[in-house]
């Protein structure tokens, strides 16, 4: 069976730099200069790492700076070996497979107003949306970075400090602050954005509960424990473009049922926050796990790695 492809493409490793404790800058580039894929402010790659583990980075540059991938890397000696990989492994010179990127803020024409709260290097997806609104004056924003003492990526953070874009909260010197005067009451007009520690996302979520779910958006770190569902019946995968049926068991992930019938998807954090593994779904009745899509995004597309089916058949845009 002819596997589906997966898009990568070939890039070089053109810089690497300490950005604090235990964070390196990796700059990116295609191996003749050519400009890379575009992508929005804030969207995500995956890197393809020479040890074989394929991670998703937030890409930390603005898209008018569209020679270049710029990411930040924080070594997690307990984490799943990514960052350790890229730490410890890899350096100026290096090939690395990229995939195109993907996800990202598309300004909305509607939003007049964007407040991001940031936990530690949870401040990484913001610095490329952060960047892009000061240039383009697209939106009035304002970044809140809570840390406990030691501010990470400080060089790139000091320009947007002191224009006052940038309000950084120490917690060794006063405590978590609240987020709820952070973000403030739902304003139509106003984008509200997190990512940090699960405890903070939690508070944030509770927080924004009353916002409509359009103006709110969450980057996580770690995939939430899988949702284990102990009336889940099998179903049938209909590939539209192959015409290949596969069974997926009961209590199976639709991602191995996939891969066992040798379906190539491509793959990172397999707990629905990532978005390496969206596919998209023609008729049936998926059950959405994911934490990423939004309710438009759902309606065309699925996360095949913790997405479900309530109905007896699914058909993929495979």
């Not at 929005?40 to 980075?57: E, F, M, Q, S, W």
């Not at 924003?141 to 224009?163: C, G, K, W, Y």
């Not at 019938?261 to 796990?289: F, M, N, Q, Y």
Request: proline share 8%; glycine share 10%; with cysteine.
């Amino acid at each position: 069976m002819k596997a589906r492809p997966i898009t990568t493409i070939k890039t070089v490793v053109t810089g690497v730099e300490q950005a604090g404790a235990g964070i390196k800058l990796f700059t990116l580039a295609d191996p003749d200069q050519w400009e890379l894929p575009p992508f929005k402010p804030g969207a995500h790659i995956d890197l393809h790492l020479p040890n074989g583990l394929v991670r998703t980075y937030s890409v930390c540059n603005e898209p008018a700076d569209n020679t270049r991938y710029v990411i930040a890397v924080k070594r997690e000696a307990d984490g799943r070996g990514g960052s350790r990989a890229l730490h410890d492994e890899v350096g100026i010179g290096d090939v690395i497979g990229v995939s195109l990127p993907r996800g990202g803020l598309a300004p909305g024409a509607d939003i007049a107003r964007h407040v991001f709260v940031a936990g530690g290097i949870g401040v990484t997806p913001f610095l490329s949306m952060v960047r892009h609104l000061a240039r383009t004056e697209a939106a009035d924003f304002t970044l809140h970075l809570i840390v406990r003492q030691e501010m990470p990526l400080a060089a790139d953070l000091a320009p947007l400090i002191e224009a006052g874009r940038v309000v950084v909260h120490r917690t060794s010197r006063a405590g978590r602050p609240d987020l709820a005067l952070l973000v403030g009451e739902p304003v139509p007009e106003t984008l509200v954005a997190c990512c940090g520690p699960e405890s903070m996302i939690d508070d944030f979520e509770r927080v924004t509960a009353a916002w409509p779910a359009a103006n709110v958006h969450v980057e996580r770190f770690v995939a939430p424990p899988p949702v284990i569902d102990p009336d889940a019946k099998p179903f049938t995968l209909s590939l539209a473009r192959s015409g290949t049926q596969i069974e997926v068991r009961a209590g199976q992930t639709m991602l191995a049922a996939l891969q066992e019938g040798g379906i190539d998807i491509s793959t990172s954090c397999c707990g629905g926050i990532c978005g390496a593994c969206k596919v998209g779904w023609l008729e049936g009745k998926p059950a959405h796990r994911d934490r990423i899509l939004s309710p438009y995004e759902r309606e065309r597309y699925l996360m095949v790695c913790v997405a479900g089916s309530d109905s007896e058949r699914l058909v993929l845009d495979l």
